[in-house]
């Protein structure tokens, strides 16, 4: 019978390691995982019989002296150089100066360098690639309030915080009028133009007339509104607002005279040039944010949605959510257009790979600019429509009563001869009845236009155009649009970081899992793990479910469970 000499080593240790496997220890190599474990507070025995796997080992010494160890590593070396690698289990005293230890393999320790892995679902890990924007699936979080994360800047380039910045547009129906009693003309500051200028490629039957465009010339709108009474043709006046100059472009010099008996008055306009499509007005870059609240995170996730993105506001009830990560550069360009009250919008560029000027679905309008009231003097306007028709009565009148005053002189002539009575005194006395006649009828003429220029007096002059002028954002920001960048608070970026430090990312990809790529640990949570591997089916079963858990792999037995550490893609 063939006697085997006993030739199996065994060391009792001490180790960081439990046996729930969530936290594991990984090596370059068979070597460099021989020497950390020999390298351990350790009790050697040699020359043992062969050891079975998960068995039990009696050892020579006392079960108080050795209760303090929690690991085994053993080789049978008669048989291979392979060392096996288990947790202690249990300890019972055998007899005196003798202990039973009870033990069940470490599959990892044992096996790591047998595996070959697959790709598989990953459900969570953590990234070789933090680019920020590179990891933006849902992680389901808490998130509560959200903060401004920084500062908030207003923007548009359309205009600015002057009313110097801004002109008045009126729009009129008509600037000539061959009147009889007030004459309206317009004339060129030079060449020849369009009056019906066609902007944005409309067609238009009225004449924006541009206030202010001209330093020192003097003209309100009530002033514009003075020279259409005059005229008589205030009801000439359509509408008038308000437009930051960047939206008219070229101009061109416009007088419009009204001439009266008394004289001339004039007001000097801008007319728009023809122009069609839309004004770029500017476009303001804004920085992406490194911090959350004051908080640095380590993790760049959550510099990306939901926990840290901004708002652009149009400040009139309209606030549209952009994500810093689908931008390659947070820029805005703000384009507008020509026409009543204005039309402006933010434009998002380098947005979502949608091509520049191109992104208008997400863009956000910005809001009306003044709507202007004007006040229309009714009794001027009034006496200019009726001037001709009181002259005319007048001179009806005492035309009327010089004719009647013949005919009754003439009247009376022929009375007196029929009568035989004296002809010239009858005739005179046909005159004066005439005359009284058109006294009367001038006294009546005179009292009927002087009760129609009292009631017309009486008239109260007519405000048109928007009456509630008093629109908040528009005295007091001149209608900007607004960034303003959000986060979550800094108390929860600061538990989400460390949340992501210690488990990785949500990934949901199919791939090999990262058991590397950190400088301390790598977590990996899988979903139905497939490894090959020739090694017992039930421990390359254990492993799965190792990995279906989740476990964290440290690299560096020194930093073991230290999550403090750098943990850095290397």
Not at 123 to 137: I, S, Y
Not at 139 to 158: D, Q, W
Not at 202 to 225: C, F, K, Q, W
Not at 247 to 257: M, P
Request: with cysteine; hydrophobic share 35%.
């Amino acid at each position: 019978m063939a006697v085997i000499t006993p030739q199996t080593d065994v060391y009792l240790l001490k180790v960081p390691l439990e046996i729930n496997d969530i936290n594991q220890l990984t090596f370059s190599n068979a070597t460099a995982q021989f020497n950390y474990f020999n390298s351990l507070p350790k009790i050697q025995f040699d020359n043992f019989t062969y050891q079975r796997k998960d068995g039990t080992i009696r050892v020579p010494g006392y079960f108080d002296e050795l209760i303090e160890y929690n690991y085994v590593m053993y080789r049978n070396e008669g048989f291979s150089n392979k060392w096996f690698y288990a947790f202690i289990t249990d300890m019972q005293y055998s007899s005196n100066g003798a202990t039973d230890i009870s033990i069940k393999t470490d599959v990892w320790q044992t096996w790591q360098f047998d595996l070959e892995y697959k790709p598989v679902l990953i459900d969570r890990e953590h990234t070789n690639n933090d680019t920020v924007g590179v990891n933006t699936l849902p992680e389901g979080l808490e998130l509560g309030e959200m903060v401004c994360n920084g500062n908030t800047v207003n923007f548009g380039g359309v205009g600015g915080e002057q009313m110097s910045d801004y002109c008045i547009v009126a729009e009129v129906s008509q600037i000539e009028n061959e009147g009889e009693s007030a004459t309206m003309t317009y004339r060129w500051g030079s060449g020849t133009h369009d009056t019906t200028p066609n902007i944005n490629s409309n067609e238009r039957g009225t004449i924006p007339l541009l206030i202010g465009m001209y330093d020192g010339d003097g003209n309100t709108v009530s002033h514009v509104a003075n020279i259409y009474d005059k005229a008589g043709l205030s009801d000439s006046i359509i509408n008038v607002y308000m437009l930051p100059k960047s939206l008219v472009g070229t101009y061109y010099e416009l007088w419009i005279d009204v001439t009266q008996t008394g004289g001339t008055i004039s007001a000097r306009f801008g007319v728009p040039a023809e122009k069609s499509g839309t004004f770029d007005l500017g476009t303001t870059t804004f920085t992406k944010p490194t911090t959350v609240n004051g908080y640095t995170p380590l993790n760049k996730k959550v510099l990306t949605f939901p926990f840290c993105y901004f708002n652009i506001s149009n400040n009139s009830g309209s606030c549209l959510p952009y994500r810093y990560e689908d931008f390659s550069s947070v820029q805005f360009k703000v384009e507008g257009t020509f026409g009543v009250s204005g039309s402006t919008k933010a434009l998002p560029l380098n947005y979502l790979n949608i091509g520049t000027g191109n992104a208008l679905d997400y863009s956000i309008t910005g809001p009306k600019y003044p709507v202007c009231s004007w006040k229309s003097d009714s009794y001027t306007n009034w006496l200019t429509q009726n001037a001709v028709n009181m002259e005319t009565q007048w001179r009806t009148t005492i035309i009327g009563g010089a004719l009647g005053v013949a005919s009754g002189a003439y009247q009376g002539y022929i009375a007196g001869r029929d009568a035989k009575l004296n002809p010239l005194k009858m005739a005179g006395a046909g005159g004066v009845v005439g005359g009284i006649s058109m006294a009367g009828d001038l006294i009546s003429l005179a009292r009927e236009q002087h009760l129609a220029k009292t009631s017309a007096n009486f008239v109260s002059d007519q405000v048109r155009g928007n009456l509630n002028a008093g629109d908040f954002v528009w005295a007091k920001y001149r209608s900007p649009f607004t960034y303003m960048p959000m986060s979550i608070k800094a108390e929860y970026a600061r538990c989400i970081d460390e949340y992501f430090s210690q488990f990785g990312y949500k990934c949901n990809r199919v791939k090999i899992p990262n058991i590397t790529g950190r400088r301390n640990w790598n977590y990996v949570k899988t979903v139905g793990c497939y490894i090959l591997a020739d090694i017992p089916q039930d421990d390359l079963q254990e492993i799965k479910v190792m990995f279906d858990k989740g476990i964290t792999f440290w690299h560096n037995p020194a930093t073991f469970g230290d999550y403090s550490q750098n943990n850095d893609i290397i």
